[in-house]
């Protein structure tokens, strides 16, 4: 989790006090034991993993179909989404945006910014809880356990999920939440989730916790419908461990690239940065939105007025259109088998014509000939009527377990 992701050493030892959770041992028990109910629940998202990698991607391999790699990609990410959000009831009908960057990229201030909330800053996170933001009625904490459990938490027990808590007490939430939102009445976009992600390096102060940190990351980032990516306007440009990252995630969604902190550097200075990062990000293989400077502080876009605001409008009108995934996964399947089915008609038509050349020829060797392609065309329909009919199962399969998880 990324929801508190500090700036400085001296935030960090500022957020060690004055948190009942963290100061006083019997309520940081109490909410440990209220976030350990229900423990060892099924992860019917690695159900939905096992299926696309053991059943559907094996028979993709040995068939020719147009698409192929779009099937291996949506499914991927879908699995993602699946282990990164099985209590879809908090996101539905929503796209998720996620926020990414370094260590002390700015994440929390910048998301306190765009969702005009007030989440806490400067102290050090949790690895591996998702958080979502998402706007609602009236201001609330959810935390969702391992069996998809949710916990009401009020601010000072969401400010307790921190590294202190597991210096404290020697556990850590990651064991223990699968996921954790924070509604606000005052995001002006109600059909986005922002998703906090881990920065995906992070200080030498940090603890071993962490070593998961970027695969969490990475993971996470995987699951999104859109992405942006923040980037310290200190660095003068952006480094190459950004640009590694960026290519590592399976994402084909739109990218905006933010230059945090703007307001520290030169206007004419930041200007520069931007167009060199334009430049550099030509080099990766994403579609980049833009490229934007903004101060989280003030709210201000310094360089690319109206962008940010254009990129959040667009993701929010976009979640009115977008279908649910069981019936992307429908329509997944059906693509397929009439691809297969087109492929049978083919072989059906060869086998007919062959049969028709067998009828008018006495010749021994053409008849040999004609009988081993004759052959070999009924296989193929046979292998390609089989493997129709398990990847019909396996994706029914697989809408079952979304069902079952109750995704949108």
């Known amino acids: 989790m990324a929801l508190f992701e500090g700036e400085t050493i001296d935030n960090l030892e ?36 096992r299926i696309i990698s053991e059943e559907i991607f094996p028979i993709l391999a040995q068939l020719r179909l147009e698409g192929s790699l779009d099937v291996y990609s949506f499914l991927t990410k879908a699995a993602d989404r699946l282990k990164e959000q099985r209590k879809m009831k908090l996101l539905a009908g929503k796209k998720v945006l996620g926020i990414g960057g370094k260590f002390s990229s700015g994440k929390s201030c910048f998301i306190n910014s765009i969702a005009d909330c007030d989440l806490p800053e400067g102290q050090r996170p949790t690895t591996s809880i998702a958080t979502y933001i998402i706007k609602a009625d009236r201001k609330k904490n959810i935390a969702v356990s391992n069996n998809d459990n949710e916990i009401m938490l009020d601010d000072e027990a969401v400010a307790a999920l921190t590294h202190q808590f597991y210096e404290r007490y020697q556990i850590g939430f990651s064991k223990l939440i699968k996921s954790l939102a924070a509604f606000t009445p005052n995001f ?14 992070k200080a030498d102060t940090q603890k071993d916790e962490d070593s998961s940190d970027a695969a969490m990351a990475c993971t996470q980032l995987n699951s999104v419908d859109y992405l942006i990516w923040l980037v310290d306007s200190n660095n003068g440009e952006i480094i190459s461990s950004d640009l590694e990252f960026l290519a590592r995630l399976n994402i084909s969604s739109k990218i905006l690239v933010v230059f945090t902190k703007a307001a520290l550097l030169p206007e004419k200075a930041v200007a520069q940065v931007i167009e060199q990062a334009k430049r550099t990000l030509e080099g990766i293989n994403k579609e980049i939105y833009g490229v934007i400077a903004y101060d989280s502080v003030t709210g201000e876009t310094i360089i690319g007025k109206g962008v940010l605001e254009a990129f959040l409008s667009m993701i929010n009108d976009s979640a009115a259109d977008s279908g649910n995934l069981e019936a992307q996964v429908r329509d997944m399947c059906i693509s397929l088998g009439q691809q297969i089915a087109e492929q049978i008609a083919e072989l059906q038509k060869e086998t007919e014509d062959m049969e028709r050349a067998l009828v008018g020829t006495s010749n021994i060797e053409h008849i040999s000939s004609v009988v081993w392609e004759y052959g070999k065309c009924k296989a193929a329909m046979t292998l390609l009527k089989q493997n129709r009919k398990k990847l019909n199962d396996s994706f029914e399969r697989l809408i079952a377990v979304i069902n079952t998880i109750g995704a949108v």
């Open 188 to 201: 002006p976009f109600p059909n986005i989730a922002i998703l906090d992600t881990p920065g995906y390096s």
């Open 14 to 49: 500022e957020g060690k006090a004055g948190n009942i959770y963290l100061d006083n041992p019997e309520k940081g028990l109490g909410l440990i034991k209220s976030l350990l109910s229900g423990q060892g629940a099924e992860e019917s998202g690695g159900e939905f993993q």
